[in-house]
């Protein structure tokens, strides 16, 4: 399933613009995302969007820089200012949300001026691409620099299909929570329809901070929002294997690993390949190293580590702090341990070329990859792709993205420097027949989902999304369909509203008693039951009190409970509907949902006429729906039998008669003679399914928020959208 046209964003574009003595040099990117995703062009129209890596000195270079990457490469830049830029990027981008998703918030700054220049940029990401979107285009965004822009590009395309990649961890809530601007940074990420994480673990962290900070809860990872399902989901990122392996046979890769070979002798090798970070978990591993040797003397001479560090950032007072440091151990190890003719540590300070690194993979017997904090780490992944005969050990952080799928290696806790220096041990002495064991078990999970599969699963998840909207658009009420109920209900004699309260007429409040209805919302309840053509039944959850007091001077009907009990207005009190089951069974249940009301911080227990209710939307949003699921799973041991019903709402879990429904307590309005020519009902959990389901065929059935499995015909939004369409009726026929 394929988009008509993608549109992938990212901070920078896939190829490289530099100054050249002629003009512009375009350099395309090898490797990473840049090559995964240019593989697509065979099969699909696609547009990239991201900046050139350049600043050009004036507007007619960047028009020429322009037309070049449009024609050429598929690409359109966004233009930044070098000193935005640097903000941006530097600032907010890598000196704030870099650390602070690594775990290291010791080393995060939070600078109100990198944050707005942060949100500036992101917005002129959002103009640069509505330049270019048109109907039918799927938008994907990629990474941590640009997670205000999917609710950008919504707010100016409610329509948009847009998915969103984090290439990095996803910190636990505690660490995220730190941030100033959380809420903004979540609400950013929610503009888009499929949002991607390299593992579960990640995701989870996500959805937990969406229900503390946001108080949106989750299904099997979909989360409604107003009218739209949020879908998270996993995708572990992989390696082009084929490209890794066939690369071995390449002249200048077998001319590298030649001459290697002769550099190391017959030593064992271990292979440690970074970027320079303090995510990399450097200085633990040469620590690690470092205990190995002190611990097993015997393989002095015999083993080296070869470790690659990639320059990267030496600008930033920490990380030249940490090059410092690195190179200072490196040759206090070489000089405790060295001997003539042999040193521990070969150090390498350079970025390889890809025939140079792929040697270096085919040499080590070993590869090393132990960083504290890793969004997946491909290097893992290479290695065990370039290594067709299945030889060599893996040893690899627990803490890495890729050890979710990789658990055929030797998994260490990149803190316990012993823990790394055993493992170091066991694998240089590890028999060939395990190293291939273990390796084909892992090499054939790359090969299963390569980078080719990762995009195409997140495209196709994207577009799946599209058709399930194209599914459901109709049902939502606008447009047309708002001026259809507005017009029926202009021509009918006798007009029956059946509404719910909570979550329909007005917001959830975290307490019962915070929920007061408003004095506009009982002024229009007023003009619209007052009209001698109208019926208005409001039919809620709530105990007979508490709506006699707010809602009786309306003079609407009324029905408590789910439908225990009714109060017709022209009658002016409360019946019952059946015979009530007495009181012995809530002497029964009472003392179990008040243990639970105090293992619950913030739960509380109501108590109705024929219900008891245990309310939990004040409590941690995480500790509460786990002790709802332990509440339910105990009461269902004691109402198995009985004429009592589990019913499980928006942060509630109730107890009541099971004869008891919302559709059975309409039954009295819908029999009446003559019946009802325009009826309209109104709610929004499962309690409202059992009153859409009896509504005579054709009539007006309105789910609040996302319609998934529910029997009505039309939904809104929320109760804003709610008392709007109220509004506009009543207004309709001159009620308000």
Request: contains cysteine; glycine residues 8%.
């Amino acid at each position: 399933m394929k988009p008509e046209r993608l549109i992938v964003v990212s901070n920078r574009l896939p190829v490289r613009v530099q100054h050249g003595e002629e003009g512009f040099i375009y350099t395309p990117s090898v490797g990473g995302l840049a090559t995964t995703l240019n593989a697509l062009r065979g099969d699909l129209e696609m547009l990239w969007l991201g900046t050139p890596g350049i600043n050009a000195r004036d507007p007619q270079e960047f028009e020429a820089i322009r037309q070049a990457l449009a024609r050429e490469f598929g690409s359109v830049p966004v233009a930044l200012e070098a000193s935005q830029f640097k903000r941006y990027y530097a600032g907010f981008s890598n000196g704030c949300l870099w650390p602070l998703f690594h775990y290291f918030p010791q080393f995060a700054h939070y600078e109100h001026e990198e944050w707005a220049a942060y949100q500036e940029v992101n917005r002129q990401f959002r103009d640069a691409l509505l330049e270019v979107l048109r109907e039918g285009d799927s938008i994907w965004v990629h990474d941590y620099h640009l997670m205000l822009l999917p609710a950008m590009i919504r707010e100016a395309v409610p329509d948009a299909i847009i998915g969103f990649f984090l290439h990095i961890p996803f910190p636990s809530y505690e660490i995220f929570r730190t941030l100033p601007w959380r809420e903004e940074i979540l609400r950013g990420l929610i503009g888009a329809d499929l949002i991607g994480f390299h593992s579960f673990g990640y995701a989870r962290h996500f959805l937990s901070s969406l229900l503390r900070i946001l108080g949106l809860d989750q299904e099997f990872g979909r989360v409604s929002l107003g009218d739209r399902v949020i879908k998270v989901e996993t995708f572990p990122l992989g390696v082009d294997v084929e490209r890794f392996a066939t690369a071995a046979d390449q002249p200048e890769v077998q001319e590298a690993l030649a001459d290697l070979r002769t550099q190391v002798g017959d030593q064992k090798v271990i292979l440690s390949v970074d970027r320079l970070d303090f995510t990399k978990g450097i200085l633990e591993r040469l620590g690690a190293f470092e205990r190995f040797l002190k611990d097993h003397p015997s393989w002095y001479g015999k083993v080296t580590l070869i470790s690659l560090l990639v320059p990267s950032r030496t600008s930033v007072p920490e990380y030249a702090s940490l090059k410092k440091q690195v190179d200072e151990r490196i040759g206090r190890i070489n000089g405790l341990y060295g001997r003539p003719g042999w040193a521990p540590i070969t150090y390498l300070y350079r970025a390889l070329p890809f025939e140079r690194l792929v040697a270096l993979y085919l040499l080590a017997d070993i590869a090393l990859v132990t960083p504290l904090r890793d969004g997946m780490n491909l290097v893992s992944k290479e290695y065990l792709a370039t290594r067709r005969d299945g030889t060599g050990v893996l040893v690899l952080s627990e803490t890495a993205g890729a050890a979710d799928e990789l658990g055929e290696a030797l998994i260490v806790n990149p803190h316990d420097e012993r823990m790394m220096a055993e493992a170091l041990e066991r694998a240089l002495s590890m028999p060939v027949e395990e190293q291939k064991n273990r390796n084909a078990v892992m090499r054939a999970r790359l090969e299963r989902y390569d980078t080719a599969r990762w995009a195409d699963d997140f495209i196709t998840q994207m577009e799946e999304l599209r058709e399930m909207r194209k599914v459901r658009l109709p049902k939502r009420l606008r447009g047309r369909q708002v001026e259809s109920l507005i017009q029926a209900y202009q021509e009918a004699e006798r007009r029956l509203l059946l509404l719910d309260y909570d979550g329909t007429l007005v917001e959830f409040a975290p307490t019962p008693q915070a929920a007061r209805p408003d004095d506009r919302l009982l002024e229009m309840l007023g003009r619209l039951a007052a009209n001698a053509r109208n019926t208005v039944v409001i039919i809620s959850g709530r105990d007979a009190a508490t709506l006699e007091e707010w809602l009786v001077a309306t003079g609407v009907d009324l029905v408590a409970e789910h439908g225990a009990r009714r109060r017709l207005a022209e009658e002016g009190r409360w019946v019952s509907d059946g015979e009530p089951l007495g009181e012995d069974w809530k002497k029964q249940l009472r003392p179990v949902l008040e243990i639970y009301v105090d293992r619950t911080p913030g739960a509380l227990l109501e108590e109705k006429g024929q219900a008891l209710v245990w309310h939990y939307r004040r409590a941690e949003p995480e500790l509460g729906a786990q002790r709802a699921a332990e509440l339910i799973e105990t009461l269902e041991g004691y109402v198995a039998n009985t004429p009592l019903h589990i019913l499980q709402g928006h942060k509630v879990v109730e107890i009541k008669p099971s004869m008891v429904s919302k559709g059975r307590a309409a039954q009295p309005w819908l029999s009446r003679e003559p019946s009802y020519d325009f009826i309209l009902a109104i709610g929004d959990d499962v309690t409202d399914e059992a009153l859409f389901e009896i509504l005579p065929e054709g009539e007006w059935s309105v789910k609040v928020g996302i319609p998934e499995r529910s029997k009505a015909r039309f939904f809104v939004s929320g109760p804003a959208e709610v008392r709007e369409l109220l509004g506009r009726i009543a207004a309709s026929n001159g009620d308000i």
